[in-house]
């Protein structure tokens, strides 16, 4: 940034601090033109304190501020100092009632859905904690950042407006004038100062001059020095801004990426300073770099001083903001000052003056002048109401300046709408006197200009400019909606008259939609290109909810009601005034009736699916009905004029379009038109759109002879020709017709059939049938419950939403459905109570064709689990209400009967393809309707009346005389018995004993007796042969399943016999080889010994695998091909005691001794998939290949890193990045010589020090030999070599050399990827790393098994065990491939740790050495010694002694570190001879220690911290002897149960009581613990002046989580981002391992790592977990793993809604609270090591993972 040109930045003024607050204060008061001394004061300090450089100082600035201009206005305003004149202002002020807190982006939100009036209203946390409503049904949601808290707003809460807090407050809310409070003389003089500041505030930042102040600021001498400003825009990009910045400024990228963050976050930057030129220069870059694409960025050069001041002003804002929150005096003072008005008349007062210039200011000064606004007009009522109206009288002007101004809606005044029209006694005051209503939906129109010939909007030329505008325009919709949230209670006439005005332009608005986007059936081609649907109904989603409470808001007033119904008629006839003009007349005729209508086609004129005048007249219609003004003012309504046919003729249009679209007639329309209808139909839209199609067609039915509506209904859906000719049964003539029409007119058929159902069957609408709101949402509920179970979010989703985002869903979910909870994964269900399958509708009209098939298969399947017959009769409805009664003689009228007889006349000559099955469903439905109809009339009938509804005796009568066909009865009666309806069957069956009840019923009531018809009889007896024909079938299926399952389990016996061996070799593939010996008689009850010269003889066992790759079997043997299994090494803290450890240089760290904090250890898995080495090879280098090739062809990261060696497993595409050899057990290889004399331990470590020392001198002889070569031989003499050691012996390697290859391969792969280094097979290091691997994977199996109670041995998952197997065998065959004086002299420094020798000093002292390594690593390097030793002492004898050493060192590390506690409750049982032993051995550590050590604990306190706290590594070395050596484990460990301490000591040949091991050798042992206790760590540790790790290790877990989520979401609000000073995290994200809160996913905190910037997270991941972590984004409330820097996913978190479901990204907002299950879960796969290998399956799975940058997270 810096640059040469840049003048040196001057120091502060050092007159500044001199310069007296008091002093001048006082001059003030005496000063008779007030505002031109303050002004002096100004012009003269501001330019002197504020932009003195290129980089701004804000903290200095700030303070100097405060001294030398802030500060004399404070002393001034209290005529005192300012910290005594506050506080007695604040304690005579009463503190307020409202809690008016303004949220930060990201705080927590709540919402209470019972009792918040609309959904705006909300809480903060902590008066949310303090109310009532946080045991009701609330919402949480994170706010966006500018809202305040509503506690104490009584207009907001139906009920507990307070919170404990502000309710103390609320004690005299009478409405008295806050001033009295204050001294005269305080008023005055605040009154003065506010005017001033506020005035100079308001022209410094409104002022638009680049170079010159206003006069009275202007300084004497003017510098020439400048800023250029960069502006925010929404337009650019970060990653544009910054490219830009680094070449006009030539700054780094970390400077650019700074200056961008600023100029996102506040608004606006200075990029450069100094003179005039040199800024001008950097903007002329700026704006020709970002002018290609895009309009430029916007940069302005300005004067430093007019920063200066402007700095100043947002200062001085901020500062009135926080002086009123001293007194509710001081509050009203200032909203004075901003809403006086100015000399110049209309909009000059100071506020009016910030509004319309909003949309001029950057980004920082908005947010600072809203806020004031918010904590002065808005939390004074008295001034909220006349800031409410200056506001609604520039409205339109404000919504201009939004709809151009290129900032989001959030940075915009306009925005402050939600805090005014959402209060209801506002609302009212501005439709009243403002009328405001009318005035936001003319403003609407006004932006929508496009329009057609006929009026209507027009969106066709859609560019992307207008899709921003309309998207802009959509937010007065937004506004429209708040005023209409909360419906009137009382109406004045004002209130009438106004709202009518704004219905009068709400219908205007309507009309100009009704018709709009007309479409024209593609004929012969495909349509060209897909017109634009989405505006409109983008428009219509956004109007649904406003049509919906307009409709509300008329409901509520019966004159409203009635004026409205009649202009919205009026309306309608205006759109379709001209109704027959050029459509001509015709007449049709059916059955001897005659109508008379007009020729029109929907498949061949223009059709449109927007009618939304028609659409509200509906709604309005059934409002008269509901509200019963229909029977009471029939006088006042225009029914009379009503005409019927025109009132349905577009809505049936729109249901006859949708028709042909089923039938495939409109297929060349393209996708547009699809999408339209889906919409129509889909749950966001239906409400207004579909549905109230279908009430204005009962409208008109109601109105009108059914007869006629049903011959005009078959003339819209062109099926008029079909049953209008006489020879209608007759209608295929194959030659004729088309198979394709004939499938066409079938579809349409049907389509008409069911809307007749419809029609008929949708009473749920209270208004339209007697029934309450409730029972409707029911019966969605029923409906969409009967199609499968569901989940609570899935059920909210297929219900519409009112305006306050309700379905009304939980107030009836109990009565029709039963809650199922969800296990480990799932979420909880829905079920349907079984009761309510019988109000199950077939043809429920929400149903789509999908959802219909799927819930008619699922009734049908539960009706058969029931054993009932299988018939879905319709369901017995609720009455219509008057107005629509007659709706019911549909189903009776002529031309319906005539219909119905057709077609099942059509079903019994059952000719081909000319009826469907479905066709016949609908009419058998249709049938069922009726009958249910008649027989409701029956049971309701009134005395004397009688039943007008006569169905029963119609479809008894037979057909007229020409045809003389037979009656509908007749003709059931014979489909009855058709075998081809076998699924109607029952269907059927149920509407004859439907109408033999009636019949019954009929007869009762009436004397006259009907005549009997002949086919109940024939029925009821063809039904019982039926029911005994199926029992027998089914008798007989039965028979023959049991009979063919017995044989095949004969023949399965058979088999087994036969084949014994195989089964066994299988077994031992398959389970663990400890299972099988189990079996095996060989072992007999003798007790099983791991190792050691007693140790347990295990028979040879031959092992045979088969390669996945190529399919052939082998046998594992040392000579033969390798094979190996596929696996994956990892670093891994998951045991760490300490993460903050980092290897400074991993090329010179030596890795030989773990420090028992194991900060970083390397873990090997395995999926267990066996493959042969060179199958492998091949199959690893295809990958390599095919990834070389795709990286030319296109850069994706795959969810593998090929080139660091991984690949997927080919069977189970599990992560791998290297493999294990199989190998057989490697200790058997060596030869075994079982002496019986085998030395003890004293003897034995005299031996091996001889033999090191022996080494050490040879070694020391081959270097200098090879310096100067002469005088070696007689040195050769000296050397005593001990008896039987051969050091120049070398073993030949047993292995064959695939074998020997994969040994390196994975040893390499170990080194490399433990150490983070280059592989290098030679480096001395791999051994070391290999034996690491192996104790590190054997500890962290054990940790697993502890943790959750599970025995040692117990059956262990196959893939664990062969891996463990594998790695062991490798681990100790691993040496051969190595140099063996590089393993020789691992094993000297290994032993010299314990056993002290004079070549190896600085070797780390005993308590920072974890023993499990150093016994892993002293058994698996020992063999590279012993091969050399011909003396006969055996390999098992040197295994036993190194444990009993490595032991012996362990059990005195606890006591050094563990045993200090002193337990309270004694035992005060005599001690036995565990608790004597220790009590000794604890004396001579005292006094080796020097009496550093504590006084002595109680003996059986201390043996007790011995066995806990060697118990870990006991178990860790039974796992490790097991897979070394092969023998099986003793049965009593197999099983779960008490300690298995005397069990693992047997195994392990030790004395159960430890401490003999001290006894028996207690010559050498007190040397030993001499030695170690003589460290000067371990003196410095018995002092105090260091740690070490007390044993046993606690169990690492991950971090508590909180019950409650929004603590977690509370929490991340406070959190600030660590870089950029104080600001808002955007996405705070949370490592559940370590508990950092991080701020992810953002340009201020990447680092760099390894040469790359990355995000916080995968920074973090390499500090914390070794490029592994685990987070759980905070505001998104999900789990995020990360591996590395390309692998990362998302997972489900464990956080659960009431309703057994996880809300990823916080979208639905209920109360969410903490599973532990679930929480569990996570952890496992953390413990297991698995978190890797879950996201190579998440990405392999989805794609979409691996394209995300995972590193910038």
Not at 1623 to 1635: E, F, H, I, M, N
Request: aromatic share 8%.
């Amino acid at each position: 940034m810096a640059s040469e040109l840049e003048p040196e930045v001057p120091a502060f003024d050092q007159s500044l601090p001199e310069c007296s607050a008091e002093k001048t204060a006082g001059k003030w008061l005496q000063a008779t033109d007030l505002t031109r001394e303050v002004y002096q004061h100004l012009a003269h300090y501001v330019p002197k304190i504020y932009c003195r450089g290129p980089n701004p100082v804000p903290q200095k600035e700030d303070t100097l501020a405060q001294h030398v201009l802030l500060g004399p206005m404070e002393w001034y305003l209290c005529g005192e100092d300012p910290t005594f004149g506050f506080s007695k202002l604040e304690q005579a002020n009463k503190p307020s009632h409202l809690c008016g807190r303004v949220f930060k982006v990201g705080e927590p939100t709540y919402s209470c859905r019972d009792c918040a009036v609309d959904p705006t209203c909300v809480l903060c946390m902590e008066c949310f904690l303090g109310s009532i409503h946080r045991d009701h049904r609330y919402r949480m949601t994170t706010s966006g950042g500018g809202g305040f808290c509503d506690c104490g707003d009584t207009e907001a809460w139906k009920e507990g407006p307070y919170c404990e807090k502000h309710e103390l407050n609320t004690s005299e809310i009478e409405e008295e004038d806050p001033l009295v409070h204050l001294p005269e003389d305080v008023i005055g003089r605040t009154y003065n100062i506010f005017a001033i500041m506020f005035h100079y505030a308001v022209e410094i930042l409104t002022w638009e001059k680049e170079s010159e102040l206003p006069a009275d600021l202007e300084m004497v001498e003017k510098s020439d020095t400048y800023y250029c400003m960069l502006f925010n825009d929404e337009v650019h990009t970060y990653e544009q801004v910054i490219y830009t910045l680094q070449k006009a400024v030539n700054c780094t990228q970390k400077e650019a990426i700074g200056f961008a963050t600023t100029v996102d976050r506040d608004g606006r930057r200075s990029v450069r300073y100094g003179d005039f030129q040199y800024c001008e220069q950097a903007k002329s870059v700026i704006v020709r770099n970002t002018s290609r694409q895009t309009k430029p960025l916007k940069v302005q050069v300005m004067h430093s001083s007019i920063v200066a001041h402007q700095n100043f002003g947002l200062k001085l804002l901020s500062w009135l903001g926080s002086i009123i929150g001293y007194s509710d005096g001081l509050r009203r003072i200032l909203c004075q000052v901003g809403l006086q008005e100015g000399p110049d008349g209309e909009n000059s007062s100071l506020v009016d003056r910030l509004m319309l210039n909003d949309s001029k200011l950057w980004k920082g000064a908005r947010s600072v002048y809203h806020q004031l606004f918010m904590s002065s007009l808005l939390m004074d009522l008295k001034y909220k109401k006349l800031f409410a109206i200056r506001f609604a009288k520039n409205y339109e002007r404000l919504q201009s300046d939004y709809v151009t101004d290129d900032h989001d809606r959030e940075f915009s005044v306009a925005d402050l709408s939600v805090q005014i029209f959402t209060v209801p006694s506002l609302a009212r005051m501005l439709i009243t006197e403002e009328n405001l209503l009318t005035i936001i939906i003319k403003t609407f129109m006004d932006h929508l200009r496009h329009r057609d010939a006929q009026g209507r909007f027009q969106f066709e030329r859609y560019t992307a400019l207008q899709a921003f505008k309309f998207r802009r325009v959509q937010s007065l919709i937004l506004d429209l909606k708040y005023m209409l949230i909360s419906k009137p209670t009382e109406w004045s006439d004002d209130l009438r008259q106004k709202f009518l005005e704004g219905f009068d332009a709400f219908l205007e608005l309507l009309k100009c939609m009704q018709g709009m986007d007309p479409i024209t059936r593609q004929v012969g081609q495909h349509i060209e290109m897909e017109p634009e649907w989405e505006a409109a109904f983008t428009l219509q989603m956004k109007l649904t909810h406003v049509i919906s409470m307009m409709q509300d808001w008329c409901a509520s007033d019966e004159k409203v009601l009635i004026e409205a119904y009649k202009k919205c008629l009026a309306v309608l006839m205006r759109c379709h005034g001209g109704f027959t003009d050029d459509e001509q007349p015709i007449t049709l005729s059916i059955c001897g009736h005659s109508v008379e209508t007009i020729r029109y086609c929907v498949s061949q004129e223009k059709v449109s699916i927007h009618l939304p005048v028609s659409r509200l007249l509906a709604g309005l219609h059934v409002l008269l009905s509901k509200s019963e003004v229909a029977y009471k003012f029939p006088e006042l309504l225009p029914l009379s004029e009503l005409s019927p046919p025109v009132l349905i003729e577009h809505p049936l249009r729109c249901l006859v379009l949708c028709a042909q679209v089923h039938a495939g007639m409109w297929r060349r329309n393209g996708f547009s038109l699809v999408n339209q209808i889906y919409y129509y139909h889909n749950v966001k839209c239906r409400r207004e759109m579909f549905d109230k199609d279908i009430i204005m067609l009962q409208t008109g039915v109601s109105m009108m002879d059914p007869n006629h509506f049903l011959m005009i209904m078959l003339s819209r859906f062109e099926l008029d020709q079909i049953f209008s000719s006489p020879d209608c049964g007759k209608r295929v003539n194959s030659e004729l017709t088309h198979k394709d029409v004939v499938q066409q007119n079938n579809t349409l058929i049907e389509e008409m059939l069911y809307l007749i159902i419809m029609l008929v069957g949708e009473r749920y609408s209270p208004g339209v049938g007697q029934v309450s709101a409730t029972d409707e949402i029911k019966r969605e509920i029923i409906h969409q419950l009967s199609i499968k179970p569901m989940a609570h979010s899935e059920l909210v989703k297929s219900l519409p939403e009112d305006e306050n985002k309700e379905t009304g869903m939980e107030t009836v979910i109990e009565a029709v459905a039963h809650f199922k909870k969800p296990g480990l994964t799932g979420r909880g269900m829905y079920e349907l109570k079984p009761e309510c399958a019988k109000e199950f509708n077939l043809y429920f009209y929400h149903f789509s064709r999908a959802e219909q098939s799927k819930a008619e298969e699922a009734q049908r399947k539960l009706k058969r689990q029931n054993k009932e017959d299988t018939a879905l009769p319709p369901p017995v409805p609720p009455p219509f209400c008057p107005l629509f009664a007659s709706l019911v003689n549909i189903l009776q009228s002529e031309v319906m009967l005539y219909i119905m007889r057709t077609i099942l006349q059509w079903a019994v000559e059952h000719n081909g393809h000319a009826w469907s099955e479905s066709m016949l469903q609908r009419v058998l439905h249709l049938i069922g309707m009726a009958l249910q109809e008649e027989k409701q009339h029956l049971e309701n009938v009134m005395e004397e009346h009688v039943v007008t509804f006569t169905f029963t005796q119609k479809i008894s009568k037979p057909g007229e005389a020409p045809n003389n066909s037979p009656s509908i009865l007749a003709m059931l009666e014979t489909l009855q018995n058709a075998p081809y309806l076998e699924v109607h069957k029952d269907m059927i069956r149920w509407i004859l004993k439907t109408f033999n009840a009636i019949k019954k019923m009929r007869e009762s009531s009436s004397t006259s007796p009907v005549a009997e018809t002949e086919g109940t009889v024939m029925e009821e007896s063809s039904r019982d042969k039926d029911k005994a024909e199926r029992k027998r079938k089914a008798e007989i299926a039965r028979l023959r399943r049991e009979k063919i399952m017995a044989q095949m389990s004969e023949m399965q016996r058979h088999f087994i016999d036969e084949n014994k061996e195989l089964f066994q070799q299988t077994l031992g593939l398959d389970a663990s080889n400890a299972a099988v010996l189990d079996h095996s008689p060989m072992v007999s009850d003798t007790t099983l010994t791991a190792l050691g010269p007693a140790q347990t003889q295990v028979p040879k066992q031959r092992q045979f695998v088969t390669c996945i790759l190529c399919q052939e079997e082998q046998e594992v043997k040392v000579e033969s091909k390798a094979m190996v299994l596929a696996a994956f090494v990892q670093r891994s803290t998951v045991l760490s005691k300490n993460r903050s450890k980092v290897i400074q240089d991993p090329e010179t760290y030596d890795p030989l001794f773990m420090h028992p904090d194991l900060s970083c250890g390397t873990h090997t898995g395995s999926c267990g998939h066996i493959m042969h080495a060179h199958c492998w090879q091949r199959y690893f280098d295809s990958v390599q290949a095919k990834e070389q090739r795709r990286q030319q062809r296109l850069r994706l990261h795959t969810s593998y890193d090929v080139e660091n060696g991984e690949f997927l497993c080919p069977l189970c595409e599990c992560l791998s990045n290297t493999v294990i050899p199989l190998l057989l057990p490697p200790r058997s290889a060596c030869s075994r010589l079982n002496f019986s004399d085998q030395p003890n331990l004293t003897q034995w470590i005299r031996t091996i020090s001889q033999q090191i020392k022996t080494l050490q001198i040879l070694r020391k002889e081959e270097s200098i030999s090879n310096s100067a070569s002469s005088k070696n031989s007689e040195n050769m003499d000296e050397l005593q070599l001990p008896e039987g050691f051969r050091p120049d012996f070398h073993p030949k390697n047993p292995y064959s050399d695939s074998i020997k290859e994969m040994l390196t391969t994975f040893g390499t792969a170990t080194y490399k990827v433990g150490l983070k280094v280059h592989p290098n097979e030679e480096d001395p290091r791999v051994p070391i790393m290999c034996w690491g691997s192996c104790a590190y994977t054997i500890q962290s199996i054990e940790r697993i098994l502890s943790d959750e109670d599970k025995p040692l041995f117990g059956p262990l998952p196959c893939r664990l065990d062969d891996c463990l197997r594998s790695l062991t065998r490798f681990a100790a065959a691993h040496w051969t491939v190595a140099l063996l004086s590089v393993v020789q002299e691992h094993f000297c420094k290994l032993f010299a740790s314990l056993v002290p020798d004079v070549y190896h000093g600085d070797l780390p002292c005993i308590l920072d050495i974890d023993m499990f390594h150093l016994l892993v690593g002293l058994v698996l390097a020992f063999p590279a010694l012993h091969c050399q030793d011909f003396s006969g002492i055996s390999l098992g004898t040197g295994d036993l002694h190194i444990f009993h050493l490595v032991t012996m060192a362990h059990i005195i590390q606890i006591l050094l570190t563990s045993c200090t506690e002193e337990d309270s409750m004694d035992q005060e049982t005599p001690a036995g001879e565990e608790e004597l032993a220790v009590l000794a051995l604890y004396k001579t550590l005292h006094q080796c220690t020097g009496r550093a050590l504590k006084e002595t604990p109680s003996g059986w306190h201390l043996w007790r911290s011995v066995r806990a706290g060697v118990l870990p590594f006991l178990k860790c070395s039974a796992l490790f002897f097991h897979y070394l050596n092969g023998v099986p484990s003793p049965p009593e460990m197999q099983v779960s149960g008490t300690s298995h301490f005397e069990h693992l000591c047997n195994y392990l040949s030790l004395p159960s009581n430890l401490i003999r091991l001290f006894q028996e050798n207690s010559e050498i042992t007190k040397l030993l613990i001499e030695s170690w206790c003589q460290n000067l760590e371990v003196k410095r540790y018995l002092e105090g002046g260091r740690d070490a790790v007390s044993y046993p290790r606690e169990s690492n877990k991950l971090i508590d989580l909180p019950e409650d989520y929004s603590s977690l979401i509370n929490q991340a609000s406070n959190f600030s981002c660590p870089k950029s000073g104080g600001d808002k995290s955007r996405a705070p994200t949370l490592c559940l391992v370590c508990g950092t809160l991080l701020c992810s996913q953002s340009y201020c905190c990447q680092t760099e790592l390894d040469g790359e910037d990355v995000g916080a997270c995968t920074a973090h991941t390499y500090s914390c977990g070794s490029g592994v972590g685990i987070f759980l984004r905070v505001r998104e409330c999900q789990v995020l793993f990360l591996a590395g820097k390309t692998k990362g996913c998302f997972y489900s978190p464990p956080y659960l809604d009431d309703y057994g479901e996880t809300d990823q990204g916080l979208r639905r907002g209920n109360p969410l609270h903490l599973c532990k299950e679930r929480f569990k879960k996570i952890q496992k796969l953390w413990h297991q090591h698995s978190v890797t290998e879950e996201i190579g399956h998440a990405q392999e799975a989805n794609q979409t993972l691996v394209g995300i940058d995972w590193q910038h997270l």
